[in-house]
């Protein structure tokens, strides 16, 4: 039957699956947009949680630093890096004192077209733009978190008088959500600091940590360090948008960067968790298109935001373009062929791509995987996943491992929600519980 379209890099592609059930097709739960960015931006500025509007905050100061995420995610930037200027410049802060960082962690450089793409062309112009370098910026060391991570910062966003942190809440499937603290961690940390708090994945002995998992906070050991560092920095504000999947801005919230966050992950959770009621033998998952599926990595979260959903043994068809190819250390990992092995050599030379292999190691011993992508074929089976050339031959796939009918799910925009397995009659613990930090 037809089930629309699904989103392969900047196509959207006709699905039309035949010889199976469909159960259902998931998508957030995201009315339409009730208000107008501006609108939404202005009502969470004027009432911010927590703390005082950023105004007052900013009244004397004499520089400020809004901190964003890169082009790799789309929150809004261009509408509300406008409104807290203009909250700041209502404090008497011209805008040469103000800046604004990209802060993406351990991701690629941007180039100047790149920055008028987030912010706007007059935009760009009006603020300082800087980008961060997580190897070779300037760093200054706060101290460490409990957890053992050293906190290294940018200098230049430490030696700004207001430092606001901004950002696009969604499922995450480490850190619990993005949002909040994660401008400042991964954002603008030192390389060392990311290793630190990425490492946190594994758990003591063995294996990826519990407490790791999508939609979940209060346990969660990566969360809880990266709030840790954040507090050292002292942030002085903070905006975060929920946005649906279409990217439209649906919520803002602002003010304290751990309350605001708190609030923002609560609707989160609301409109973006989707829950069957019993598993599929089939998932057909895309990772949202461009930007979302640029490369491997970021393309990881089509099946790990979802894969709870598929029965042990069932298949996944994972739709990513990867037009920027992979991260070689994926392939360095996946030649390790013991499971016993993988587990130990992540240990002992942990890179940002060690838990991301382990993670993966689990899903394909659980379920069988196919990869329509752009990757050569070598690489896809290299990875342990089945190399798809089309749609097309996905789909005939599916049918060769199901040849009597199957039941399927298919998740267009797997990057800003996930899908849970509740069976019905079960009764679980509110997922709200979760959300609560430890101080």
Request: glycine residues 10%; hydrophobic residues 40%; contains cysteine.
């Amino acid at each position: 039957m037809t089930e629309g379209s699904i989103p392969y890099g900047t196509r959207a592609v006709p699905l039309s699956v035949t010889g199976g059930r469909l159960v259902r097709r998931l998508t957030p739960h995201t009315p339409p947009p009730a208000d107008s960015p501006r609108e939404l931006l202005a009502a969470a500025l004027r009432e911010p949680i927590g703390s005082d509007r950023l105004s007052d905050i900013a009244r004397g100061k004499r520089s400020a630093a809004i901190l964003i995420p890169g082009k790799a995610r789309v929150a809004g930037t261009r509408d509300y890096v406008a409104a807290l200027i203009a909250e700041l410049n209502a404090a008497g802060m011209p805008d040469e004192r103000i800046a604004v960082f990209l802060a993406d962690g351990t991701h690629e450089q941007h180039l100047h077209s790149d920055i008028e793409a987030l912010l706007g062309t007059g935009l760009a112009a009006r603020v300082r733009c800087l980008g961060h370098d997580c190897r070779r910026d300037e760093v200054v060391e706060l101290g460490m978190t409990s957890y053992g991570t050293p906190v290294l910062f940018n200098r230049r966003v430490l030696e700004s008088e207001v430092k606001i942190l901004t950002g696009r809440i969604v499922p995450h499937y480490f850190a619990g959500f993005s949002g909040g603290r994660k401008a400042l961690v991964p954002g603008v940390a030192g390389f060392p600091t990311i290793l630190a708090n990425h490492r946190l994945t594994l758990d003591p002995t063995r294996g990826i940590h519990p407490g790791v998992r999508l939609c979940s906070l209060l346990q969660n050991p990566v969360h809880l360090d990266m709030v840790e560092g954040a507090r050292m920095a002292q942030p002085d504000f903070c905006l975060n948008t929920l946005m649906d999947a279409e990217d439209r801005m649906l919520s803002a919230v602002a003010g304290d960067f751990e309350a605001a966050h708190q609030e923002g992950c609560r609707q989160a959770l609301d409109m973006l968790r989707v829950v069957l009621e019993e598993p599929v033998d089939v998932l057909i998952s895309s990772a949202g298109g461009s930007p979302y599926d640029d490369n491997f990595m970021q393309s990881l979260k089509a099946v790990f935001n979802v894969q709870e959903v598929v029965r042990p043994g069932g298949t996944i068809l994972w739709v990513a373009e990867c037009s920027r190819g992979i991260n070689p250390g994926f392939l360095s990992w996946a030649s390790v062929e013991s499971d016993t092995e993988l587990d130990r050599a992540v240990r002992e030379r942990y890179a940002l791509t060690g838990h991301n292999s382990l993670m993966l190691r689990q899903l394909i011993r659980r379920v069988e995987v196919g990869l329509w992508s752009g990757l050569p074929p070598d690489t896809v089976n290299q990875l342990g996943l089945h190399p798809i050339a089309s749609l097309e031959e996905g789909l005939s796939w599916i049918r060769q491992r199901h040849p009597r009918g199957f039941t399927y799910a298919v998740v267009p925009h797997a990057n800003v929600m996930c899908a849970a397995l509740e069976p019905t009659g079960v009764v679980k613990t509110d997922e709200r519980e979760t959300l609560g930090h430890v101080a």
